[in-house]
């Protein structure tokens, strides 16, 4: 995992965009080395200022922490690992997460101790970075790999979770400790979460459950969807995309069906954002929508940049 500075040796910005200090870029190239090194580099501008060694696979995955100090990752060695990031610390890795039994495609932090990883094993784990034996919890309900999440605040404790079978779900934290009853099946977990210590609960009933593409619209159901927050404070929905090419609107407690409106790729769709209307990287003319806009990249060599509009 390599760190890069967006500021050139005179101090002026690099490149015209608003950016973090740090830039962080991983590669996908296995490392020669399991130890946890950190290789401090020339102060060139073509030089990474730092490297972090430790996965012992390719690295799919990174995501910082809100302060920026701590930072997440995830590979192809079925871990997730918490580096700190802070000058005192050069670059330590904190923790590694075991417990996933495919490769970790995703994490997130919610909270300070609270991390949520998702894997091709297709589960969702969810940490507590202070109890490393294991996840607390396993949620199962997608058929296929997760191929997105969708995680808030501490104080949203809704996550929403996308696979590539077309399917969306949300999950409501505060259920998960409750009772067996409130969180989904009780089940036993077969023999291959037996592999996972027997303190970690497997949920397998969401709080809703949604196909992106409802059947008999004679448009292929399975494919990754990808997940973003319907932009505006107000806002109790989130958005979803899939291989339809759509942008679907859905009830963030319920999973109903708010609204849709196609983007006209005609390829899979690669990245999917959303900023609110006062977002200073986008403006559109007459837009009194109120409601920002999307921003999709597609394998048909597109960026459509759309508002959205209330219909």
């Known amino acids: 995992i390599k760190l890069w500075s967006l500021r050139n040796s005179t101090g002026r910005k690099s490149c015209e965009i608003k950016a973090r200090r740090w830039s962080l870029i991983h590669s996908l190239a296995s490392s020669k080395s399991g130890k946890d090194i950190l290789s401090q580099k020339g102060s060139r501008g073509r030089d990474a200022l730092s490297t972090l060694s430790g996965h012992t696979g390719r690295v799919l995955c990174v995501k910082t922490a809100w302060d920026g100090d701590r930072l997440l990752s995830g590979g192809a060695d079925c871990t997730v690992r918490v580096w ?4 005192s610390s050069s670059g330590k890795c904190l923790h590694e997460l075991r417990g996933h039994l495919g490769c970790v495609t995703q994490s997130h932090y919610w909270g300070p101790n609270t991390v949520v990883s998702a894997s091709s094993d297709r589960a969702i784990a969810l940490w507590d970075v202070r109890v490393r034996s294991s996840p607390l919890f396993i949620l199962r309900c997608h058929k296929s790999p997760i191929s997105d999440l969708l995680i808030g ?18 999950w409501d934290f ?5 009772k067996k009853s409130s969180v989904g099946s009780t ?12 303190k970690c609960r497997v949920i397998r009933t969401p709080s809703a459950k949604i196909m992106h593409c409802a059947k008999g619209s004679g448009i292929k159901q399975s494919g990754g969807v990808l997940l973003s927050r319907c932009p505006g404070q107000q806002r109790k929905s989130f958005l979803s995309i899939g291989v339809d ?3 679907r609107e859905w009830d963030t407690t319920t999973g109903h069906p708010i609204g849709h409106e196609s ?33 999709t990249s597609s394998w048909d060599g597109t960026i459509r940049m759309r508002k959205l509009v209330r219909k």
């Not at 790729?265 to 999917?272: G, L, Q």
């Open 84 to 87: 700190d990031l802070s000058s």
């Open 153 to 170: 605040t501490r104080a949203d404790p809704l996550m929403m979770s996308a696979a590539a079978d077309g399917t969306v779900a949300t």
């Open 174 to 178: 505060r259920t998960l400790s409750g």
């Open 187 to 198: 089940k036993p977990m077969n023999s291959t979460e037996n592999r996972v210590k027997q």
């Open 245 to 247: 090419a759509t942008i």
């Open 263 to 295: 983007t006209h790729h005609t390829d899979i769709v690669s990245s999917f954002y959303t900023f609110p209307e006062n977002s200073h990287d986008a403006t559109f003319e007459d837009d009194q929508s109120g409601l920002g806009g999307t921003l």
